[in-house]
């Protein structure tokens, strides 16, 4: 299928991998939405933690030097501001450059995004958004209420991370929590699964990452993309593999 200036390259969870140049390099103009989750590697990957980091200032450095590009913040840089009660592969060592790196690249960094394609509304976060959270939370299901509710909370993330704790704290016991739900960083893609949770119907199309699969799972309504590869999502609303 031909490349149309208006498709969307999504790229999920980094944790130090390197997929995310071929994406770039093949569409440096496009509209880049990164999902999340960029440090924090695999030790099965045979990735270090300095491989991930040199990884990450690299990823950064691109970003500022492209407008183009619009980064999700995901749970594993969350906990480098705030304790949400489970922390994985977390970098001690290199926590106060991580920070510091998150913290300098913050202001290009959001919890959601949304874009409109082929007239639907469609909802770009880590996580799912799902019906249980929102109402345990007391937030809006308007989309755009939602995105700035979700979105002003870590504008202070380096000094008062509170609001993000409040609104994104739901672990899920999937994740090594004790909520019954995960929030739009921590939401498992199992809870769709085995729990039979839902995500709000106000949100045509949601694209998120988070839970490992491999194929991606997509379905009419979601798709789970963290599958170690990068998309591209056309015009007719059809996501395919780079």
């Known amino acids: ?22 994406a770039v390099e093949l569409y440096p103009d496009a509209d880049t939405i990164f ?12 990735i270090t933690n300095e491989e991930s980091l040199a990884n990450l200032r690299e990823l950064f450095d691109y970003v500022k030097s492209h407008d183009n590009v619009h980064l999700l913040m995901g749970n594993h840089d969350l906990n480098y501001f705030a304790d949400f009660g489970k ?6 060592k290199n926590t106060r450059t991580i920070r510091s790196l998150l ?23 880590h996580s799912p958004v799902l019906v249980d959270w929102v109402k345990d939370a007391g937030v809006s299901d308007d989309v755009p209420t939602l995105v700035k509710t979700l979105n002003d909370s870590i504008k202070n993330l380096d000094t008062d991370p509170s ?32 729990d039979g949770k839902q995500i709000i119907d106000t ?14 799972r997509i379905t009419s309504k979601w798709a ?15 996501l395919i593999e780079i």
């Open 1 to 22: 299928m031909a490349y149309n200036n208006n498709d969307i390259i999504v790229i999920p969870d980094i944790h130090g991998r390197q997929f995310w140049r071929r």
């Open 35 to 46: 999902l999340g989750d960029y440090h924090d590697p695999y030790p099965a990957e045979g």
């Open 87 to 92: 922390k994985v592969r977390y970098d001690e």
């Open 103 to 125: 913290t300098e690249i913050l202001p290009r960094m959001t919890i959601a995004t949304t874009r409109i394609v082929s007239g639907k509304t469609v909802f770009f976060s």
């Open 163 to 194: 609001e993000a704790v409040k609104l994104l704290r739901y672990v899920p016991s999937y994740r090594g929590g004790e909520a019954s739900f995960g929030s739009p960083t921590w939401a498992d893609v199992r809870e769709l699964d085995n």
């Open 203 to 216: 949100i045509d199309y949601s694209i998120f990452a988070h839970t490992r699969v491999n194929p991606p």
């Open 224 to 238: 789970d993309l963290d599958s170690q590869r990068a998309f591209r999502l056309t015009q007719e609303l059809k």
